[in-house]
């Protein structure tokens, strides 16, 4: 993996890293949602493996406060890791800061057995989600499957589920291409 | 002989509708061939294959290519178009100084077999291959919309692929499953009543829109108007 981590990414990084921190101590599990769209955007401009992974864990994070409570012992330990990887990331050592972010994931899926079924279906919901995401922004559904190691069967059937077809909507003459698939099938049998 | 070269999208929005065999009538009325790129048939049958989901999906595709309905290409002049393309469309926007990365080459594998083959046309489910082809200025704009910073624009590249892809005719398995409707298809499904017909029609659209095919609510709407005046 490429050591560097490019300057613009790594400031939003930080700034990430910080306000996940402060809204885990303040118990908003929205804004770390939203926190973790943010970060995307960078992971579609960027496709850098850190924004992803960044925008994956922080999504998987307020999932599983939500389900463990934001004054629970966990949301301590989470905080912990994303501050420790905020160092890490500010001194620029950053094969230490991905390590932590790393742990940041399995400390996600270490918690309790019983849940191990219910945080991989989160960490993978994560995933499906921000490729939605990213194709929401206009990258294609074959990128983005790509960009987050998910199946194009599940981003396609995520995707139909979303609004994203109708929030962007793309003019097209509905007629003119039902005209064209007619005139393909108007011979044979 | 005729020709439709299909993406990935419009076998999976078929297939997880129960409706991939569908394919089978359409091709006797095709009078061609139908076709799936190498890329695609690896994202349809081999990836699924080698994991948990979509497995029984995955080999109704693969029984689909075992009888011939759909074929599978690859060709050393589609490689070679495929990467062209995959070059000049992920060399065609810039964003904070990088080049956005757009498309994947299985999508870019769809457009070099149409140009190779001579197509009459192309089956496209997903919205930014489809924007590349058909409405570049469209796919700027949203680029523009979504992502922080300016999106500069390669025309120079935008135009290569324009001029490589400008014979490329687009459609949608909506547009497949309403070609199968008019045919008669799709008659069994009809219940008893008035309202049948326009049932049948939504519900056909709708559940290709759920499972990813891009169809606007408005556009959807228009389709059923079509289908069901007089």
Not at chain 2, 102 to 118: G, H, K, P
Not at chain 2, 146 to 159: T, W
Not at chain 2, 179 to 185: M, N, Q, S, T, W
Request: hydrophobic content about 40%.
């Amino acid at each position: 993996m490429d050591e560097n981590i490019p300057k613009a990414v790594k400031k939003d990084l930080v700034q990430v890293l910080k306000k996940a921190q402060r809204y885990i101590n303040s118990g908003h599990s929205k804004k770390l949602k939203h926190l973790s769209d943010y970060t995307i955007k960078n992971a579609s401009s960027f496709q850098d493996p850190d924004s992803l992974s960044m925008a994956v864990v922080i999504y998987a994070l307020s999932k599983l406060l939500e389900r463990w409570g934001f004054d629970s012992e966990y949301a301590e330990d989470a905080r912990n890791l994303l501050a420790s990887a905020n160092f890490s990331l500010e001194k620029d050592a950053v094969t230490e800061y991905r390590d932590k972010v790393k742990k940041l994931f399995e400390f996600t899926s270490s918690i309790d057995d019983k849940f191990k079924l219910y945080i991989d279906r989160v960490i993978e919901q994560a995933q499906i989600k921000k490729g939605s995401r990213i194709y929401e922004h206009g990258i294609s559904v074959a990128r983005a499957s790509e960009m987050l190691g998910v199946g194009r069967w599940e981003l396609m059937s995520y995707i139909g589920k979303t609004r994203i077809h109708d929030e962007t909507e793309v003019i097209t003459d509905v007629k003119q291409r039902l005209d064209v698939a007619r005139s393909l099938f108007n011979q044979g049998k | 002989m005729k020709s439709l070269i299909f993406d990935a999208g419009p076998v999976i929005s078929l297939t997880t509708n129960n409706l991939l065999w569908v394919l089978d009538y359409l091709k006797d009325r095709f009078n061609g061939d139908f076709y799936i790129p190498h890329a695609v048939k690896s994202e349809l049958v081999d990836k699924p294959l080698a994991s948990k989901k979509f497995k029984f999906e995955a080999l109704q595709v693969s029984f689909r290519i075992r009888k011939a309905v759909l074929n599978v290409l690859e060709t050393p002049q589609i490689k070679a178009l495929a990467e062209e393309l995959l070059e000049l469309a992920n060399h065609s926007f810039k964003v904070r100084g990088n080049w956005l990365q757009i498309v994947q080459y299985a999508e870019m594998e769809v457009l070099a077999s149409a140009v190779i083959m001579n197509a009459s046309a192309v089956a496209i489910d997903e919205r930014t291959t489809k924007l590349l082809v058909e409405d570049p200025d469209a796919l700027t704009r949203m680029l523009s919309k979504h992502l922080r910073g300016k999106v500069s624009v390669n025309r120079k590249n935008l135009d290569k692929t324009r001029q490589w892809t400008k014979n490329i005719r687009i459609i949608r398995s909506v547009e497949l499953v309403m070609v199968a409707y008019e045919k008669g298809i799709l008659d069994k499904y009809l219940l008893d009543g008035n309202d049948s017909r326009k049932t049948l029609v939504e519900s056909l659209l709708w559940g290709v829109k759920l499972h990813g095919c891009a169809i606007s609510r408005r556009e959807l709407d228009e389709l059923v108007a079509l289908e069901t005046s007089g």
